[in-house]
């Protein structure tokens, strides 16, 4: 096999919780300059998935390599090479933007001239320059997001984790962030991002994988899948693969409750 | 909302929504404690401390019914009660709070078809049913023990039995009522914190103030009575019904038990009718608090470590969150009260070594908070840590700065203060001094590791943290540790070693106990952040 080693490089890695198997034995590949999708619906080990990428979840079985590093073994070294967007944007309520994104910058020692600027850059891309000295306690769930992606994108990772990136974000910072999820894999970065938005899957995407109960039911590109079975979109070849809502199911719920 | 409640009268929508939010409760609590052991100790704790109070205040009250002390066995039960009631503000300010504004179902039930009054009703008999945990352990035996002292008729007992279960109903219907009229007429943010650090200095500074009058107290024992506490007090109305009731007075004593009961009843509901008219608007202003400007600051020219950088976020959230100061005000109240009480009426002769246990109770109250919550109090923003390249000895040893920055100044300052007003010389301050920052590292450290263990990342205001089992059993873990120091110093006081009475050596085994302590601690909280997935 000739190229770069790929930036991502999960094999069998399982978690299980009990008797539950939340991911299992999923293996797949992310390389520099790739937008990864992560399809799967609710419950279906996407999270899971992302949060043993991220060190936060310890697989039960399996290896994930973060640009080389095994995030079990090696975990300052992988943690190092990771951006970080959470799907809920739980963070510290009694700092400001301002002094959150100081606390994450110091704690991935970056220069502090290089980070100044970067904090600025980042509050007034995402138009939260005035808001930046009110804490964070007082700011609606979209400007938590906001600066959970700005916490993510400050100190220039290799990889992103963004976990349902978009929800909760207004149309403009929404295009922004695919602007700069473009740009930053042209810079030879990589990106795995989970969505349930089929329309930044297929626009965004470059390779999109479907988990369905904890396994990789299908990866390629979008185009790929749309066209497997015959079928026309991402969307249908989603939902015919996880099992989705046919249509006169419900329409059957809704005649019940009529 | 009258007519979408489901068929139900008000009462019987009430009804429901207690059953449902205690078993709510129950469930959770059953689930955040799995371990059966736990559950042993918590039940052994239990039962061994009604035991202890019962037994002791039986002996003592025989004792004093011997000695002739009447007017001082009629002036004790009141004061009793006081001290639980100076308690109980501290804890129920907070409580009632959180469980009517800061409550995190609260969004989800102002949906529903339910009635407001059901709401509030549920939620105050879920406070009550809180501190009615307390009362049942500390306050039920010593009413028991003071009848069964006194020799009491048995009818006696049920009524006591009742007032007890009573009087935190309305302490809390009082507490409920101030909460919601701070929160109406004072701009949010304000009452918010006001409310948090006025339960915690208020009933400091009423306690220090009364206590003073009760340590002065001179002459012969069958002579003696407690100075009065106020008798508009629930609290002085219980206590003269437990004492009148065990003086063989039926009459008063069922007077002051019906006006408690009367208060109550009628008190309770008044309280309850106030919060449903006010709680929307109280609680709109409450959940919508304008956001606090905090000045920019600039970014240093130094680079700050990892360490650093969690240790300066960690401070900057403890100085604006006045909700963690309280169990410092407590600490440093309880260092007033041994300065009032033990320098005037010494029951002990004062040694440096009882100087250093009573600092070391000092350091064990101080890091209640700091310890016990240092890893919890990253709420739902764990992950932050856990996600960045920090190890977990980078992450403990900040946690441990952090906190034992603010036991370590506390229980200092309490040691000086306490050595100066024994009228100790500069060798023994500092040795009592050593003794607390020694006392206070071990007991975070304890903190620490009991919260490592055991996080609680799911809470809705970080006093919810520390309740039951989670205070409970690092609390006595720490006990343990300064009974053995305690143990050390005057055993070694009475082995004729060199020096002051042998407190260096006893000092420095104290010394090598909390060391050994502290390593522990730490070595299994290293274990437990490494491993804690989120």
């Known amino acids: 096999m000739s190229g770069p080693p790929p930036l991502i490089e999960v094999d069998g890695l399982s978690k299980r919780f009990g008797d539950v198997a939340a991911v299992d034995r999923i293996s797949f590949t992310v390389h520099a300059g790739e937008i990864f999708g992560f399809l799967g619906p609710n419950g279906a080990g996407k999270t899971t998935t992302i949060k043993m990428l991220t060190g936060l979840v310890r697989p039960t079985a399996g290896v994930a390599r973060l640009c080389g590093f095994d995030i079990v073994r090696e975990p300052m070294r992988a943690k190092r090479q990771i951006g970080y967007a959470p799907d809920e944007p739980n963070l510290y309520g009694k700092l400001s933007a301002i002094e959150f994104l100081q606390f994450i910058g110091d704690v991935y020692r970056l220069d502090q001239r290089r980070m100044r600027t970067r904090i600025a850059e980042l509050l007034d891309l995402f138009e939260l320059t005035p808001a930046s000295t009110t804490l964070i306690e007082g700011y609606s769930h979209g400007m938590k997001q906001k600066v959970a992606l700005c916490a993510a994108l400050l100190h220039e990772p290799r990889i992103y984790f963004l976990d349902e990136p978009t929800v909760g974000l207004d149309p403009k910072s929404a295009r922004i962030l695919k602007d700069i999820v473009r740009r930053a894999t042209r810079a030879g970065n990589a990106v795995f991002m989970s969505t349930h938005i089929m329309e930044i899957a297929q626009s965004l995407c470059d390779r999109v994988a479907i988990i369905d109960r904890g396994k990789i039911v299908a ?23 996880t099992g989705g809502i046919e249509d006169r199911r419900v329409a059957d719920i809704f005649r019940e409750s009529a | 909302m009258t007519t979408a409640t489901f068929g139900r009268t008000a009462p019987d929508e009430a009804w429901f929504l207690v059953k449902a939010l205690l078993r709510n409760r129950a469930l959770a609590i059953r689930r955040d404690w799995e371990g059966r052991s736990l559950y042993g100790f918590a039940i052994v704790f239990g039962v061994s401390v009604f ?151 208020v009933p400091t500074v009423f306690w220090f103030l009364s206590f003073y009058r009760v340590a002065h107290l001179t002459g012969s024992i069958a002579s003696m009575r407690l100075p009065a506490p106020p008798a508009w007090l629930p609290s002085t109305w219980i206590g003269q019904s437990l004492a009148q009731l065990g003086a063989g007075s039926p009459g008063e004593g069922l007077r002051f038990f019906l006006l408690l009961a009367a208060v109550t009843l009628i008190g309770a509901p008044i309280a309850i009718g106030l919060v449903s008219r006010s709680f929307s608007m109280g609680w709109t202003a409450a959940v919508s608090v304008p956001s606090r400007r905090s000045a920019a600051s600039a970014a240093t020219s130094v680079r700050a470590t990892p360490r650093a950088a969690v240790v300066k976020k960690d401070l900057k959230t403890f100085v604006r969150s006045p909700q963690l100061w309280f169990n410092h005000i407590a600490a440093l109240g309880f260092v007033g009260y041994l300065l009032v009480g033990h320098a005037t009426s010494p029951v002990i002769p004062l040694t440096t070594q009882l100087a250093m246990v009573q600092v070391g109770f000092v350091a064990v109250l101080g890091a209640l908070n700091p310890g016990m919550t240092a890893i919890s109090l990253e709420h739902a923003a764990i992950w932050i840590l856990k996600a960045a390249p920090l190890d977990a000895r980078e992450i403990l040893s900040a946690k441990f700065i952090v906190a034992y920055v603010q036991t370590g100044i506390i229980s200092a300052i309490g040691a000086a203060a306490l050595s100066i007003g024994y009228g100790f010389d500069a060798g023994k301050t500092s040795a009592i001094v050593l003794f607390a920052l020694c006392a206070s590292a071990s007991a975070v450290c304890v903190g620490i590791a009991f919260d490592a263990s055991f996080p609680s990342f799911d809470w809705e205001n970080p006093n919810h943290i520390n309740r039951g089992l989670r205070m409970i059993v690092p609390f006595l873990i720490n006990i343990g540790v300064l009974v053995a120091c305690a143990i050390v110093l005057f055993v070694l006081r009475f082995a004729n070693l060199p020096g002051a009475e042998g407190a260096e050596a006893g000092l420095t085994i104290s010394i090598g106990l909390y060391a050994i302590a502290s390593i522990e601690a730490m070595r299994m909280a290293q274990r437990d952040i490494a491993a804690l997935e989120v």
């Open chain 1, 219 to 241: 990866v390629g590109t979008p185009a790929e899948l749309g066209a497997m079975g015959g079928l026309a979109t991402l969307e249908e070849t989603f939902l015919k693969l």
């Open chain 2, 51 to 201: 035991c202890i109070i019962l037994l002791g205040t039986m002996g003592g009250v025989r004792v004093l019914v011997a000695a002739g002390a009447v007017s001082l066995l009629l002036s004790i039960p009141a004061w009793a009660f006081l001290i639980y009631l100076f308690t109980d503000v501290l804890i129920a300010f907070g409580q009632a709070l959180g469980d009517l504004y800061l409550s995190r179902d609260m969004p989800i039930l102002l949906t529903m078809p339910l009635r407001m009054s059901s709401i509030v009703v549920a939620k105050f008999v879920l406070g009550v049913v809180q501190n009615e945990v307390y009362a049942v352990i500390f306050l039920m035996p010593f009413a028991l023990g003071y009848l069964v002292g006194a020799g009491a008729a048995w009818w006696t007992y049920p009524c006591i039995a009742s007032a007890v279960l009573i009087f935190p109903a309305t302490l809390y219907a009082a507490l409920v009522v101030v909460t919601i009229v701070a929160l109406r007429y004072i701009p949010p943010r304000l009452a918010k914190e006001g409310l948090w650090l006025a339960g915690a200095s």
